[in-house]
């Protein structure tokens, strides 16, 4: 007899968003609410676009916050147009100016602190948003990106008042970020940035909020996100639950995508909604079902309507041969495979007193353990061959990237023997076990989520270790308190994933920038030599002189490895036939808008 344990979020969604799918009206008043069901394999921690670092959570403020710039959503390649921007924004000659014209006529979300009153976006709110990100009370993960983009006078005056133990001064001018007139703000850099719109993109972090709401709500502004974005959070319980609700002050925003020529089934979705009201839902319901059996029941059973990134041991019966089921096929599910812009990696902690460090028997070991892991037997047992094995960070698709094999994917337990051998890590105590060169014990501690692709991996990683003669323990903890402690540096090693918002492989390589530690870079590498070919490419035009530096400093993560890259994912989504124009947009998380439920076909 077959037991199926549910997680309560997936009870909660299934009670819930079903009466309401079918019985509440939408928002003419008439027709049943359109509601789009799905679910999140992990929980969200904040809705304030300075303080999220984690793809969850960016995936809901992107829906709630509105940036300048957005990415066409049926666009292939990916291409940027303007979103609250008139159009796209003034670049000077030298990559060093930019300046960016809102649209008048834009207002916020309804808010107590707005007193009944419309509250218009103008130009000094990106300013105000963008200064918060340096205002170190917000301890912004994303901060890096624009400090690597060096806007004048901004870090000078952050490091200005920490030294004077003052707080942050939104009020007093610098040279880099101001706002011209009402609707129109100007960034000046300190050095070329030929990519610097892509800062400029989507509202998961560079989001317009008012400032009175930032003062109002202070340290529990992450709870009150007030965006001017298609939607607004109505109900959110915590790591369970969230229901997004159109947003009535929403601009009118008119679906007109454009495909490229001779993909027939883009152009049909693009001629079947153009000139469309967006969004085109009332709701969206996002339950947390962490465990990847009952997500993948919950869809069967229709609970859900789109089911993103079906789990890899379901691969086999969703998509055998990489080809729709029979039987879903017959039911009119559909299906999107796309390759993820993503990474799945395990950090060493470079500070760490056991596996960090640069010098020779640091970097020996952290080599050993990366050549003693089996990636293929990974892709093959564990992701049911959904990846492709990683040869370093950057993923396929983005500038820097290099197909060609490295030791990054390499498994050689001889060798990796060999090299601990070498330095000195041999059973000093005659446990069976290596000890550490000066005959401390050896003991990796690995820390883990408590789901089940969390605890196969885990098992993969136990086996590896143990023929390499090295003890592992793991210590399990839900996603949000392995960030806490990872963000504070004391975590010795931890298996994460990195998604990008841009096509460009210098967010690959920003994971391992030393100005970055605390932040993106949760490894705190830190070596000048990879920091300066960082530094150069960032301010390099897109080209083979810029991909050749790119290299080089991808070959010195190889050689030092504060990051063992394991696979890049190859994703599918499969989708019931009542969810109409759906399409996955890797770099396009909140693509509520440009989807509809036909509820007759749902009833």
Request: net charge neutral; glycine share 8%.
């Amino acid at each position: 007899m077959l037991v199926v344990r549910f997680t309560l979020a997936a009870v909660l969604a299934f009670l819930v968003s079903w009466p309401q799918a079918v019985g509440a009206q939408g928002a003419d008043g008439g027709s049943p609410m359109k509601v789009l069901r799905y679910a999140f394999p992990v929980a969200e921690t904040n809705f304030d676009p300075a303080q999220i670092s984690d793809l969850y959570s960016a995936t809901v403020a992107g829906g709630l916050f509105d940036a300048p710039l957005e990415y066409e959503y049926l666009a292939r390649p990916v291409r940027m147009r303007p979103n609250t921007a008139v159009g796209m924004p003034e670049v000077s000659a030298d990559f060093r100016t930019v300046t960016v014209h809102i649209k008048p006529g834009i207002y916020f979300a309804d808010d107590p602190v707005f007193k009944g009153q419309k509250r218009e976006l103008v130009a000094q709110d990106y300013v105000f948003s963008m200064k918060r990100f340096y205002d170190p009370r917000w301890k912004s993960p994303n901060l890096y990106l624009l400090e690597n983009a060096k806007i004048l006078g901004l870090s000078e005056l952050r490091k200005k008042l920490m030294a004077e133990n003052k707080p942050f001064d939104y009020d007093t001018p610098v040279e880099g970020l101001r706002a011209l007139d009402r609707y129109t703000f100007q960034i000046r850099l300190g050095q070329p940035d030929p990519r610097f719109l892509t800062n400029l993109v989507g509202g998961a972090v560079f989001g317009a909020l008012a400032r009175e709401v930032v003062e109002f709500y202070g340290d529990k502004i992450g709870d009150h996100p007030v965006g001017t974005g298609p939607f607004v959070l109505k109900e959110w319980k915590r790591s369970s639950r969230m229901v997004l609700a159109r947003n009535p002050n929403y601009r009118e925003v008119l679906y007109d995508e454009h495909p490229p020529a001779g993909d027939a089934r883009l152009e049909r979705i693009a001629a079947q909604f153009k000139g469309r009201h967006l969004p085109m839902v009332d709701e969206v319901i996002i339950s947390i079902i962490e465990e990847s059996q009952p997500s993948w029941l919950s869809f069967l059973n229709q609970e859900q309507d789109l089911i993103r990134g079906v789990p890899p041991e379901f691969s086999g019966i969703a998509f055998p041969n990489n080809e729709l089921a029979p039987n879903l096929a017959k039911q009119g599910i559909g299906m999107s495979r796309f390759a993820t812009p993503s990474v799945a990696m395990t950090y060493f902690g470079m500070d760490n007193p056991v596996v960090g460090g640069y010098e020779p028997a640091k970097v020996a070991l952290r080599r050993a353990i990366s050549l003693a892991v089996d990636v293929d037997r990974e892709i093959r047992l564990v992701r049911r061959n959904q990846a492709i094995p990683a040869q370093g960070l950057i993923a396929p698709g983005h500038s820097g990237y290099d197909g060609a094999k490295t030791e990054m994917s390499e498994f050689n337990l001889a060798r990796a023997k060999a090299l601990l051998d070498l330095y000195g890590y041999v059973d000093r105590d005659g446990d069976g076990l290596r000890d550490q060169p000066d005959g401390k014990p050896l003991v990796l501690e690995y820390a883990t989520s408590p789901d089940q692709l969390s605890r196969q991996l885990s098992e993969l990683w136990q086996k590896n270790m143990t023929a390499l003669g090295l003890r592992i323990e793991f210590k399990t903890a839900k996603w949000p308190e392995n960030l806490k402690s990872s963000r504070a540096g004391k975590l010795m090693m931890w298996g994460v994933g990195w998604t990008t918002g841009a096509p460009d492989g210098d967010q690959f390589l920003s994971l391992a920038y030393g100005p970055n530690k605390g932040g993106a870079n949760h490894s705190r590498f830190d070596l000048p030599a990879f920091n300066e070919l960082y530094a150069q490419q960032k301010v390099m035009p897109d080209g083979p002189e810029r991909e050749a530096v790119m290299a080089r400093a991808a070959r010195l993560l190889v050689a030092y490895m504060p990051y063992k890259a394991h696979v890049h994912a190859i994703g599918t989504d499969l989708s019931q036939p009542w969810l109409l124009g759906y399409e996955r947009n890797v770099f396009l998380s909140a693509f509520w808008k440009y989807v509809d439920i036909d509820t007759t076909a749902r009833r």
